[in-house]
């Protein structure tokens, strides 16, 4: 499974979009995350879950309690499929003044 | 090439061109020759108008890219939906826009901008992101590309 695939997967679920989004603000513990959606606790360990298995929130532990927040080194597959474009496309635009070149009027 | 100060995920390649706009509008347009120098190809320039571009960036790409007319402005511009088919996983949607002017010595200044990475709700998304204290951990890059995958899922 490519790295992207996974991200694109786990974060097409909203409400783990909203977690993400969340815990990109700041550090958070599951019960802080839990207010404010109306989704159970169990749901939200469970998106989290999902999260760190795509190395998108990473977790913190202190004593019995555990802290997340988001990992935005996770999004690096994405910058550098944007990234490829870049190369891609003056390459073409090279071709492409060949090509003009050799076109009748 | 230059990168103007737009979105941080768009591209933007700029090129000057001897030979005068309409021939540079059909090199974009007409689908022999766009196979010359993109990839195979059944591109129409009509707004609306699905074509497919066989072509990938990158390994892991699936397919032929699915392509649907946005824009047009016969001679000046044409703007078409991107979307790259994946083997696995959903599909990478951006925006592929080609702006042509002409130059005062009768050749063409062409502009390719290639966005849309993050579009509608997704760069809603990323403005209120990076419009409240997101801390040093995010990025304003790293939203927009977070964005982009509200903008898949969208």
Same mark, same amino acid.
């Given at each position: 499974?490519?790295?992207?695939? /996974?991200?694109?997967?786990?974060?097409? /679920?909203?409400?783990?979009?909203?977690?993400?989004?969340?815990?990109?603000?700041?550090? %958070?513990?599951?019960?802080?995350?839990?207010?404010?959606?109306?989704?159970?606790?169990?749901?939200?360990?469970?998106?989290?879950?999902?999260?760190? $298995?795509?190395?998108?929130?990473?977790?913190?532990?202190? $004593?019995?309690?555990?802290?997340?927040?988001?990992?935005?080194?996770?999004?690096?597959?994405?910058?550098?499929?944007?990234?490829?474009?870049?190369?891609?496309?003056?390459?073409? %635009?090279?071709?492409?003044?060949?090509?003009?070149? $050799?076109? /009748?009027? | 090439?230059?990168?103007?100060?737009?979105?941080?995920?768009?591209?933007?390649?700029? &090129?000057?061109?001897?030979?005068?706009?309409?021939?540079?509008? !059909?090199?974009?347009? @007409?689908?022999?020759?766009?196979?010359?120098?993109?990839? #195979?190809?059944?591109?129409?320039?009509?707004? +609306?108008? *699905?074509?497919?571009?066989?072509?990938?960036?990158?390994?892991?790409?699936?397919?032929?890219?699915?392509?649907?007319?946005?824009?047009? @402005? #016969?001679?000046?511009?044409?703007? &078409?939906?991107? !979307?790259?088919?994946?083997?696995?996983? #959903?599909?990478?949607?951006?925006?592929?826009?080609?702006?042509?002017?002409?130059?005062?010595?009768?050749?063409?200044?062409? *502009?390719?901008?290639?966005? +849309?990475?993050?579009?509608?709700?997704? *760069?809603?998304?990323?403005?209120?992101?990076?419009? !409240?204290?997101?801390?040093?951990?995010?990025? !304003?890059?790293?939203?927009?590309?977070?964005?982009?995958?509200?903008?898949?899922?969208?």
């Amino acid at each position: 499974m490519s790295p992207e695939f /996974d991200i694109f997967r786990t974060l097409a /679920d909203p409400t783990r979009r909203a977690v993400f989004e969340r815990l990109a603000a700041r550090e %958070m513990s599951v019960s802080e995350l839990t207010t404010g959606f109306s989704v159970s606790q169990p749901a939200i360990s469970q998106h989290l879950a999902a999260l760190r $298995g795509a190395g998108l929130v990473s977790e913190r532990r202190e $004593g019995r309690f555990a802290y997340y927040r988001a990992a935005p080194e996770g999004l690096a597959p994405l910058l550098d499929w944007i990234d490829r474009y870049r190369a891609f496309w003056p390459e073409r %635009m090279n071709r492409l003044k060949d090509v003009l070149k $050799g076109m /009748d009027q | 090439m230059s990168d103007l100060k737009m979105a941080p995920e768009t591209i933007v390649v700029d &090129y000057v061109l001897d030979e005068p706009p309409h021939k540079v509008w !059909r090199a974009l347009t @007409e689908p022999e020759l766009v196979a010359a120098w993109l990839a #195979p190809n059944d591109i129409r320039a009509d707004l +609306g108008h *699905r074509f497919q571009v066989e072509t990938t960036a990158e390994p892991g790409s699936a397919g032929a890219v699915q392509c649907e007319v946005l824009a047009i @402005e #016969p001679d000046r511009s044409i703007s &078409y939906s991107w !979307r790259e088919a994946r083997e696995e996983g #959903p599909a990478l949607d951006s925006r592929v826009t080609w702006i042509i002017t002409p130059t005062f010595d009768g050749g063409t200044h062409l *502009r390719l901008v290639h966005d +849309g990475f993050a579009l509608t709700s997704g *760069r809603a998304l990323a403005l209120a992101g990076a419009g !409240r204290s997101i801390g040093r951990a995010l990025s !304003r890059r790293m939203l927009c590309v977070l964005a982009d995958a509200f903008r898949i899922a969208a």
